[in-house]
């Protein structure tokens, strides 16, 4: 058993409860007034700069399953999926996705030391850790919860995007004249992935069960069905 191995069975026991943690999120957000905080409590009762590791007791709901149910019912979120010790507000996790948004180069690095300087205490490794790994489970439950409203709006179909939003480049009016080449493509090949080609290194590779989630990008699969209608380059010696 190795680090791998942990990281995968933390990945599987996040995904036995993500559906039951997309339920208790969409929950909270109903029972959330306009600036993120519930309208059934009082933020005073949480946020106390003063003291920035406050221990407290949740009272837990009959229908909650799972200890992170009850955690993002108070609005919080915690950095375990069985037996979290630690908690991060959710309204910190959406700010800093937010910040992310408006200036990708803030990272979650500076973001934890950002904290601990608001809080008066020093930096420690295993806070990135924590803040690591609940940001990673919010993100996953926000994405589940686009996708639940991509479903009632009836846009879960791949080719909605392509149908419905035309990017600029691919506009056409009316008589518009016909130019010599429809639109340009540029491509680095790879090279950046090439740096971690395991025959150059000599590294084990890692097994990555994770996939892009975009309608932008092809599976290996689906771009493989076209790998014999490509015709052969023709080469020409003078």
């Given amino acids: 058993r190795d680090r791998r191995d942990c990281i995968e069975l933390q990945i599987n026991h ?7 943690l997309v339920e208790a999120y969409l929950d909270f957000r109903s029972r959330s007034s306009d600036n993120g ?4 409590e ?7 700069p003063e003291n920035p590791w406050r221990k407290a007791s949740l009272m837990a709901r ?27 507000s959710l309204r910190t996790l959406t700010i800093f996705r937010q910040a992310c948004r408006a200036c990708p180069h803030f990272s979650i690095h500076a973001q934890c030391k950002t904290l601990c300087h608001f809080h008066n205490m020093p930096y420690r490794p295993y806070l990135f850790q924590q803040l690591t790994q609940a940001f990673d489970v919010y993100l996953e439950i926000i994405h589940c919860v686009d996708q639940k409203i991509r479903v009632a709006l009836n846009q879960s179909a791949r080719e909605w995007r392509l ?8 506009y056409r009016v009316e008589d518009e004249p016909t130019l010599t080449f429809d639109w340009f493509v540029s491509i680095d090949g790879n090279n ?6 395991t025959r150059v290194y000599g590294t084990v590779p890692r097994a990555d069960h994770c996939t892009a989630r975009s309608t932008y990008w092809l599976s290996n ?5 076209f790998k014999y209608e490509v015709k052969a380059r023709q080469v020409f010696l003078i």
């Fill in 221 to 225: 699969e689906e771009v493989d069905n």
């Fill in 42 to 48: 009082h933020p005073e009762v949480f946020v106390m």
């Fill in 192 to 197: 950046s992935l090439k740096r971690w080609d």
């Fill in 14 to 20: 996040w995904d036995a409860q993500m559906p039951r």
């Fill in 62 to 88: 009959p229908h909650h399953t799972f200890p992170n149910e009850n955690l993002i019912y108070h609005r919080y979120l915690g950095c375990s999926p069985i037996y979290p010790t630690i908690a991060i």
């Fill in 163 to 170: 149908r419905n939003e035309c990017p600029a480049c691919f």
């Fill in 37 to 40: 905080f519930s309208v059934e």
